[in-house]
């Protein structure tokens, strides 16, 4: 019996309405949004999805339409060096349907070069997908990578969120100015509130670099906004000058 007759035969016994194989290759050779919360994935997008996901920061969520038909969905992960030394780390990928009614789960290892796995399958009706990309779990050491996700075939994109939809949410100083150092909450209208009181405003500079303006106290800095990690030094994107928690 072939990898992908037993694997349907397995989703058969189990009644659920989608049946996956599962490839792993090697692969042969622009950031999209990343949600951090499981109930408010963000809309994956047409082509290649760029993402950066470790184990301080936390998983990332994603959603699609998929069906009727064929879906291919492909993930990729490079693991990060450590020191300018290669580390060993594993990527977890799951994808189920919104009811959770039915989950297929991945693993992919990694030390310096990328690999991969290929999930296909069909849908028999249009069903939206919840992809969950999980870094290593747990440690001192800063452990994760890059990933890529595509999906392609029978498969449906909702538009991309704006710039000012993907700053909202709750931040972690990780440079501390102004002696603040306690959560800091953005705000859907300008607004940034930290908990210790302070209160400060936002502002897009620009869309296309994802550039805003934060001000509160005596600060007043342009931060470029990397989804799914923070707000960073534009200069040098390694700085995280708040880190995205939720």
């Not at 064929?70 to 990527?91: D, E, F, H, P």
Request: hydrophobic share 35%; charged share 15%.
């Amino acid at each position: 019996m072939t990898m992908y007759s037993a694997t349907i035969s397995r989703f058969l016994r189990w009644s659920l309405p989608l049946a996956f194989s599962v490839i792993c290759i090697l692969p042969t050779t622009a950031a999209r949004a990343q949600s951090l919360d499981s109930h408010h994935p963000a809309p994956l997008q047409p082509g290649d999805n760029n993402g950066t996901v470790d184990n301080f920061v936390g998983s990332n969520y994603f959603y699609l339409t998929g069906g009727p038909g064929s879906v291919t969905i492909t993930v990729s992960y490079k693991s990060m060096g450590l020191l300018g030394n290669a580390q060993r780390s594993s990527l977890n990928v799951e994808l189920t349907d919104d009811k959770h009614s039915w989950s297929e789960k991945r693993t992919i290892s990694s030390v310096q070069q990328s690999n991969s796995t290929k999930m296909v399958g069909n849908l028999k009706v249009p069903t939206r997908l919840i992809l969950s990309i999980m870094p290593p779990s747990g440690g001192l050491v800063r452990m994760g990578g890059d990933y890529v996700v595509s999906a392609a075939g029978a498969v449906k994109f909702d538009p991309p969120l704006s710039p000012a939809e993907q700053i909202v949410g709750t931040y972690t100083p990780m440079v501390i100015q102004n002696n603040e150092d306690s959560a800091a909450k953005f705000e859907p209208n300008g607004i940034l509130e930290f908990a210790s009181g302070t209160m400060g405003r936002w502002k897009l500079f620009d869309a296309g670099s994802m550039t805003f303006t934060v001000t509160y106290g005596s600060v007043r800095q342009s931060l470029k906004l990397i989804p799914g990690r923070g707000l960073v030094d534009p200069h040098d994107p390694t700085v995280i000058v708040l880190q995205r928690t939720h």
